[in-house]
Antibody, heavy 121, light 110 residues
């Protein structure tokens, strides 16, 4: 069965970095666009970034552009989110999500369990 | 970044029919499909409706959805207590090159 398992979350000081990972299994990882979606405490869902199935395109929400970098290693079935210059407003649960297309869609059929990130001094 | 507009709350009694609206624009709902998600507290969201009006296997047919122009709506008929959750609409936005979520609607079953 399809599984998405995130790791790498934790507590970090403002301005520092963190790298999230998501290991995928149970499907052909290299055939799907992958996304990160976050949810701040008590708030709604916010899309963060997408990477095309082959890594050829990446797009980010304005608030993280220039600070976050999404990448993937299809040989390891692993998705990454490098988060630099973290801010308190980045505090959220981060979900790894499979898109049911190569890249530009909002059809998210599988979600990881989420990894919490807290940015605080 | 703009969001799709949903009412923050909705409510109904068991057995009633409830609808949740989602308003967007010509660059998102107007030209792209809408998907709906259901989320219970402390859990990851779950796909409820895809491709505007399709239900994944396992989703009861009490849940239905439609799209017209730049708006979409989710309908829940025969409301049950276990339907109490947060509901989100989502669509790709061609101008932003990204996904927009609605702000979420908290459904309360009275």
């Amino acid at each position: 069965q399809v599984q998405l398992v995130e790791s790498g979350g934790g507590v970090v000081q403002p301005g520092r970095s963190l790298r999230l990972s998501c290991v995928a299994s149970g499907f052909s990882f290299s055939s799907y666009g992958m996304h990160w979606v976050r949810q701040a405490p008590g708030k709604g869902l916010e899309w963060v970034a997408v990477i095309w199935f082959d890594g050829s395109s990446k797009y980010y929400v304005d608030s993280v552009k220039g600070r976050f970098t999404m990448s993937r290693d299809n040989s390891k079935n692993t998705l990454y989110l490098q988060m630099d210059s973290l801010r308190p407003e980045d505090t959220a649960v981060y979900y790894c999500v499979r898109g049911q297309c190569g890249g530009d869609c909002s059809h998210f059929d599988y979600w990881g369990q989420g990894t919490p990130v807290t940015v605080s001094s | 970044q703009s969001v799709l507009t949903q009412p923050p709350s909705a409510s109904g009694t068991p057995g009633q029919r409830v609808t949740i609206s989602c308003s967007g624009s010509s660059s998102n709902i107007g030209i792209n499909i809408v998907n709906w998600y259901q989320q219970f507290p402390g859990t990851a969201p779950k796909l409820l409706i895809y491709s505007n009006n399709q239900r994944p296997s396992g989703v009861p047919d009490r849940f239905s959805a439609s799209k017209s122009g730049t708006s979409a709506s989710l309908a829940i008929s025969g409301l049950q207590s276990e339907d109490e959750a947060d509901y989100y609409c989502a669509a790709w936005d061609d101008s932003l090159n990204g996904v927009l979520f609605g702000g979420g609607t908290k459904l309360t079953v009275l």
